[in-house]
């Protein structure tokens, strides 16, 4: 079965750290992979997306990696602020039109 | 400005009711999608449409039923038949369904509880 998994689920973090959210999926055949942020109670902003043929995509201060022979993205957060307390999602498309997810982290930064 | 339009924000159903959720948008995307977001667990896709006329079911789509009559258009209909709809709906636009390789915009969702 393919499944996207994301730990820890709660992530609270000082400001101005920089920080590691991690993303793992099953299924190393993957077509693409992107990230999402959700404020409460909104939709979902795209952030990153990443082919199976990338190693990473930068945007501004956040980075993510894709690595699939060992079934982990990771998004990285440089500097953070507190603009950035959000829920964060990974969503991989495993070779068909959907989307799989990941439950999600939900992150606090702390002023 | 571009973008996804869900309404209503909040929506109330009582028992044996069929509510219609309704979703737009002027992105001119040819696919659109409906997903359910329960607390705990991942966004679960109901239905979606690569293009007008067309949809397909998704992975939860008992109870759920849609129409794409017009291409920014794309209203989920819940059903009586549907016994826990009480969820979070968040409809999803990509400009081709095949392959996704664009990113999925979102709507700010629709909110339903069972009176």
């Known amino acids: 079965k393919q499944e996207v998994t994301q730990i820890p689920a709660a992530l609270s973090v000082p400001e101005g750290e920089n920080l590691v959210l991690n993303c793992s999926f099953t299924d190393s055949a993957i077509y693409n992979l992107q990230w999402f942020r959700q404020d409460p109670g909104k939709g979902l902003t795209s952030l990153l997306l990443i082919q199976s043929s990338q190693r990473e995509q930068t945007s501004g201060r956040l980075n993510a990696s894709l690595d699939k022979s060992s079934g982990r993205s990771t998004l990285y957060i440089a500097a953070s602020q507190p603009g950035d307390s959000a829920t964060y999602l990974c969503a991989v498309n495993f070779g068909n039109e959907k989307l799989t997810f990941g439950t999600g982290t939900r992150l606090t930064i702390i002023p | 400005d571009g973008g996804i339009t869900q309404s209503p924000k909040y929506l109330f159903r009582k028992e044996g009711q069929n509510v219609t959720l309704s979703c737009e948008q002027n992105?001119?995307?040819?696919?659109m999608y409906w997903y359910r977001q329960d607390p705990g667990q991942g966004l679960r896709l109901i239905y979606y449409s690569q293009i007008v006329n067309d949809f397909q079911k998704g992975d939860i789509a008992e109870g759920y039923s849609v129409s794409r009559e017009k291409k920014e258009s794309f209203p989920l209909t819940v059903t009586s038949a549907q016994k826990n709809p009480t969820a979070f709906y968040l409809c999803?636009?990509?400009?081709?369904?095949?392959?996704?390789?664009?990113?999925?915009?979102f709507g700010d969702g629709t909110r339903l509880s069972i009176l």
């Open positions: 999803a636009s990509s400009i081709s369904a095949r392959p996704i390789n664009q990113p999925q915009h």
């Open positions: 992105l001119n995307h040819d696919a």
